[in-house]
C-alpha cells in the first residue's frame, strides 16, 4: 500500500450532493495533490457535459479541469464511433452532453443504434415503449452506464440500470453498457492519470459500482458513507471494500495511514 500513485474520484455522493459540496470535499482534493498523488475523476452523471462538471466543482471550491473527467457519456462516445461509426443516433437523456458525443450523428425520427443515458423526466412510458420497439426490429441499444440510482437532496432517484433489465428479458439480447460499473471506465481513467490500477485509490459511494467493481481491475477500494451509501447493502453484501470511511472529509487521514503501511 506504500505504492500508492493516484487517487480517483466519483463526484456525485462523493464531493457534491445536487451540486452543493459534501463538508470536506475540497480539502480532501487539495490534500492529494499536496501529497503529489495524481487525482482523476470519474463518473456516471449525464445531466451535464465534462466541461460543466468541471465547472460545477469549480463553482464548488474544488479545482478540476475537463480533461480530468472521465463521463460515462465520453466513454459512450468512444464506444459507438467504433462500434456503430457513422451510424445516426437517438439519445434519450436527462440533460444535454453532446459535447462529449462529438463526432455522432443525432437523429431521432429514424436511428441506427438507441442511446441511453441517464433517467428522467425523459424516460416516459411512450419513450420507453419505443426504445423497445426499435430493440425488437434489431436496432442496437447502447447505454451509458448501468447505474440504478442517485442521490440528490431530495432523497433516491432511481436511474438507468433499473429499465434495462426489462429490455432484456423481452428482447432476449445484453444490452452494452459503458461507464460504471463497466471496468473500461476505471482503466481510462487511471490511463488518463498515468498510473497503473494497483496504485490507484478509488473513493466512491456506490458500493458495487464504485468499489467493488474498481477492486475487481485491482484498485483500492473506498467506500464513503455518503450519497447513495445505505448501510442495509453494505450488510447484505459477501463481498467487502478495502475500506470504508464516514466521508471524503476523512480520506487524508486514511491516505496518511495507507502512505505510511
Same mark, same amino acid.
Given at each position: 500500500?506504500?505504492?500508492?500513485?493516484?487517487?480517483?474520484?466519483?463526484?456525485?455522493?462523493?464531493? &457534491?450532493?445536487?451540486?452543493?459540496?459534501?463538508?470536506?470535499?475540497?480539502?480532501?482534493?487539495?490534500?492529494?495533490?499536496?501529497?503529489?498523488?495524481?487525482?482523476?475523476? +470519474?463518473?456516471?452523471?449525464?445531466?451535464?457535459?465534462?466541461?460543466? #462538471? *468541471?465547472?460545477?466543482?469549480?463553482?464548488?471550491?474544488?479545482?478540476?479541469?475537463?480533461?480530468?473527467?472521465?463521463?460515462? *457519456?465520453?466513454?459512450?462516445g468512444?464506444y459507438?464511433?467504433?462500434?456503430?461509426?457513422?451510424?445516426?443516433?437517438?439519445?434519450?437523456?436527462?440533460?444535454?452532453?453532446?459535447?462529449?458525443?462529438?463526432?455522432?450523428?443525432?437523429?431521432?425520427?429514424?436511428?441506427?443504434?438507441? #442511446?441511453?443515458?441517464?433517467?428522467?423526466?425523459?424516460?416516459?412510458?411512450?419513450?420507453?415503449?419505443?426504445?423497445?420497439? &426499435? &430493440?425488437?426490429?434489431?436496432?442496437?441499444?447502447?447505454? /451509458? !452506464?448501468?447505474? /440504478?440510482?442517485?442521490?440528490?437532496s431530495?432523497g433516491?432517484?432511481?436511474?438507468?440500470?433499473?429499465?434495462?433489465?426489462?429490455?432484456?428479458?423481452?428482447?432476449?439480447?445484453?444490452?452494452? *453498457?459503458v461507464? @460504471?460499473?463497466?471496468?473500461?471506465?476505471?482503466?481510462?481513467?487511471?490511463?488518463?492519470?498515468?498510473?497503473?490500477?494497483?496504485?490507484?485509490? /478509488?473513493?466512491?459511494?456506490?458500493?458495487?459500482?464504485?468499489?467493488?467493481s474498481?477492486?475487481?481491475?485491482? &484498485?483500492?477500494?473506498?467506500?464513503?458513507?455518503?450519497? @447513495?451509501?445505505?448501510?442495509t447493502?453494505?450488510?447484505?453484501?459477501?463481498? @467487502?471494500?478495502? !475500506?470504508?470511511?464516514?466521508?471524503?472529509?476523512? +480520506?487524508?487521514?486514511?491516505?496518511?495511514?495507507?502512505?505510511?503501511?
Amino acid at each position: 500500500m506504500a505504492d500508492i500513485e493516484g487517487v480517483l474520484f466519483d463526484i456525485d455522493g462523493v464531493l &457534491l450532493t445536487s451540486w452543493q459540496p459534501i463538508e470536506g470535499a475540497g480539502e480532501a482534493v487539495r490534500e492529494v495533490r499536496r501529497r503529489g498523488l495524481a487525482c482523476g475523476f +470519474l463518473t456516471n452523471t449525464t445531466s451535464r457535459s465534462s466541461t460543466l #462538471i *468541471a465547472q460545477g466543482l469549480c463553482d464548488a471550491g474544488i479545482e478540476v479541469e475537463a480533461s480530468q473527467i472521465v463521463t460515462a *457519456a465520453r466513454l459512450t462516445g468512444e464506444y459507438v464511433r467504433a462500434t456503430y461509426p457513422d451510424a445516426r443516433a437517438w439519445i434519450l437523456n436527462h440533460g444535454d452532453v453532446s459535447a462529449d458525443l462529438e463526432g455522432i450523428e443525432f437523429d431521432d425520427a429514424d436511428p441506427e443504434v438507441v #442511446i441511453l443515458g441517464g433517467a428522467g423526466p425523459e424516460f416516459t412510458h411512450e419513450a420507453l415503449s419505443r426504445v423497445l420497439e &426499435l &430493440l425488437l426490429a434489431g436496432v442496437p441499444v447502447v447505454a /451509458m !452506464h448501468r447505474g /440504478m440510482m442517485w442521490e440528490t437532496s431530495g432523497g433516491l432517484r432511481i436511474d438507468t440500470g433499473t429499465y434495462l433489465p426489462g429490455f432484456e428479458e423481452v428482447a432476449g439480447v445484453n444490452i452494452a *453498457a459503458v461507464g @460504471k460499473p463497466s471496468l473500461t471506465g476505471f482503466l481510462t481513467a487511471t490511463e488518463l492519470m498515468h498510473v497503473e490500477p494497483e496504485a490507484t485509490v /478509488m473513493v466512491g459511494d456506490d458500493l458495487i459500482g464504485d468499489v467493488l467493481s474498481s477492486q475487481r481491475v485491482g &484498485l483500492t477500494g473506498v467506500l464513503v458513507r455518503t450519497g @447513495k451509501f445505505r448501510q442495509t447493502v453494505l450488510d447484505l453484501s459477501v463481498q @467487502k471494500p478495502d !475500506h470504508v470511511i464516514d466521508s471524503v472529509a476523512d +480520506l487524508p487521514a486514511l491516505l496518511g495511514v495507507l502512505l505510511e503501511a
